[in-house]
């Protein structure tokens, strides 16, 4: 299956900064990208949905002024939070999913704790 | 209204036995399925998927999995458990028209020595 990398892996920051997660894919282009939010001992949550070059679309409820995606090129995505508050601690995963696959590969995932 | 349901939250079973953990699904058409694992704190592992063909799909660690349509079910399945099999498991499925996965809510697998 596919590579796909997350940086950082864990994150600590103060409330009120912004962080910036980065999603690569390592192995093939991946024309789109998914971000989830995970909680505790729950499934996944979709956030949006990345394609290159475009827009990203989000789910019903997920405020993309916090949460900032870009997918500037075919192989990196980026997820900021703005503003970050405690609320927003979770563990984020994104994955990616290319033209000729029907299958999602994951991120080994972002630990972000806002204190 | 897409949906995935994983009725246990947790499955415990002695190492060496066979092991089930269950999902059925609500998705109009037919679906692209998959099973997907996850260690802590850790992302998702690709397990293994249903696209056409063979009801029954092999997949990564000996797992197994079997698309039954009539009861809208893909159970996935070991005939041997062991240890290191204790995880997440996840059950995805894909509308074939839309590009989005719905997953159910997981299930804990607890595999005891």
């Known amino acids: 299956g596919a590579v796909v990398s997350q940086h950082p892996s864990r994150v600590i920051c103060k409330s009120g900064t912004s962080v910036k997660i980065e999603c690569r894919s390592l192995?093939?282009?991946?024309?789109?990208m998914f971000w989830y939010r995970q909680f505790p001992k729950q499934s996944l949550m979709l956030m949006a949905t990345?394609?290159?070059?475009?827009?990203?679309?989000?789910e019903q409820g997920v405020e993309k002024d916090k949460f900032l995606i870009n997918h500037a090129s075919l192989t990196l995505s980026t997820l900021t939070v703005t503003s970050a508050h405690p609320e927003d601690s979770s563990f984020y995963i994104c994955?990616?999913?290319?033209?000729?696959?029907?299958?999602?590969?994951f991120g080994p995932g972002t630990r972000l704790t806002v204190l | 209204a897409q949906s995935v349901a994983q009725p246990e939250d947790q499955v415990n079973v002695a190492e060496g036995n066979p092991l089930t953990v269950k999902c059925t699904y609500s998705v109009s058409g037919n679906p692209y399925l998959f099973w997907y694992v996850q260690y802590p704190n850790r992302g998702l592992q690709f397990l293994l998927k249903y696209i056409t063909g063979d009801n029954l799909v092999k997949g990564s660690y000996g797992f197994e999995a079997e698309f039954n349509k009539s009861q809208t079910s893909f159970h996935l399945k070991k005939p041997s458990a062991l240890v290191s099999d204790s995880a997440l498991y996840f059950c995805a499925v894909r509308d074939r028209n839309f590009n989005k996965f719905y997953f159910g809510s997981g299930t804990k697998l607890n595999v005891k020595p």
């Open positions: 192995d093939f282009q991946a024309t789109t």
């Open positions: 990345s394609n290159e070059g475009s827009k990203a679309t989000y």
């Open positions: 994955s990616e999913q290319g033209e000729s696959t029907d299958t999602q590969y």
